[in-house]
């Protein structure tokens, strides 16, 4: 019987160190694509991919550069896409941030050295500007039952922030019941100042990360879109949800206003996974949400996503776990157990 499925790909912040060895571990048969991917690093005078992931200990500050972390997710979650099991038809794509990029090539509109080529000149061009940062706060408590009033609440605060002369703070991602804002040094700080502690943890910055989503990365959107021309991509063999709840069909996609997109809009503006997922489910109704890996972490997201939409009659944290143990919607391939319901 045939398992209807939306795939999702996660972004930057997914390797970490118990992820070091994934490509080795769970992709040696895939090693032909990822040497293809090593000599087009080694055009590029940059360290292989399949060394990296060999690498005897984990750095943070080494494994979390845009021009490291970027192409070993791209490497892994395209070759976990690659290996779902024959009874799994991929209704439908998508990504959060960086996994743009990957939803592209596993829905066919870039190959798998295309979109290698696009996430490593991205991430590259990132880590080279490193302008600005990002920070992630919830606006939903432990239960992840849906607080539109807190959230407005936060967005007024950042829209305070960011009027204030030299500070610069905007709404990044919306990813389910969390905010991840992005802005200068100044503004991540004010945002710090005047909200609490919550969760022994947020708000939390993330290593490495530049103010993705926001009009401060308008010089790398100019930049890709020299490096990176409109004749890589395709018409798409599956259809994709950008980040606005966009879908992308095969056969009707104009592929310069999809280069123009990934380049731009997707560059520059908020990237709204919360809607890129609630799209999915309505849109195509999935048997199955399949996170690809490497990590797990953003399957909470798309669970948080999927209670605001009340999925499934499922309301809050408890209703979504009581689901996952009769019914599973929610497969990460990051985890060893999940992975194998995936793969068969």
């Known amino acids: 019987m045939t398992r209807t499925a939306v795939v999702i790909c996660p972004g930057r912040g997914t390797y970490n160190k118990p992820e ?3 490509l080795h571990r769970h992709h040696a048969d895939r090693m032909d694509m990822l040497r293809r991917f090593d000599a087009l690093r080694a055009e590029a005078g940059q360290e292989r991919v399949t060394d990296l992931d060999a690498a005897g200990r984990f750095s943070v500050s080494k494994f979390s550069r845009g021009d490291v972390a970027s192409p070993l997710i791209y490497a892994a979650s395209l070759s976990d896409a690659l290996d779902l099991a024959d009874d799994i038809e991929v209704v439908a794509v998508t990504g959060n941030s960086m996994g743009w990029y990957i939803a592209l090539a596993v829905a066919g509109a870039l190959s798998p050295e295309n979109g290698f080529r696009v996430v490593n000149t991205m991430g590259t061009l990132m880590q080279d500007h490193l302008i600005g940062g990002q920070l992630v706060y919830p606006f939903t408590d432990e239960t992840w039952k849906n607080d539109p009033v807190r959230k407005a609440e936060l ?30 040094e100044v503004g991540l700080k004010a945002f710090e100042t005047s909200q609490p502690v919550v969760q022994n943890q947020f708000p939390m910055r993330l290593a490495n990360h530049a103010a993705f989503h926001t009009p401060l990365q308008a010089p790398v959107a100019a930049e890709g879109r ?17 980040g606005r709840g966009k879908v992308w069909w095969p056969g009707a996609t104009d592929t310069h206003e999809l280069w123009d997109y990934t380049l731009g809009h997707q560059v520059t503006e908020v990237y709204d996974f919360t809607r890129s997922v609630q799209t999915a489910a309505r849109e195509f109704a999935p048997d199955l949400f399949i996170v690809t890996g490497p990590g797990s972490t953003l399957s909470g997201a798309v669970a948080q996503s999927l209670v605001q939409a009340n999925w499934h009659g499922m309301k809050d944290k408890a209703a979504f776990q009581e689901r996952q143990d009769t019914q599973p919607v929610l497969l990460a391939m990051g985890r060893e157990d999940q992975m194998a319901l995936a793969t068969g």
Do not use: C, K
């Open 20 to 22: 070091l060895g994934y």
């Open 155 to 184: 967005l007024a605060d950042v829209a305070r922030i960011n009027a204030i002369d030299g500070h610069d703070l905007a709404l990044s991602i919306d990813l389910g019941g969390m905010l991840v804002l992005a802005g200068n």
């Open 226 to 242: 020299l490096r990176l021309g409109v004749e890589l991509f395709s018409q798409p063999t599956r259809p994709l949800i950008d």
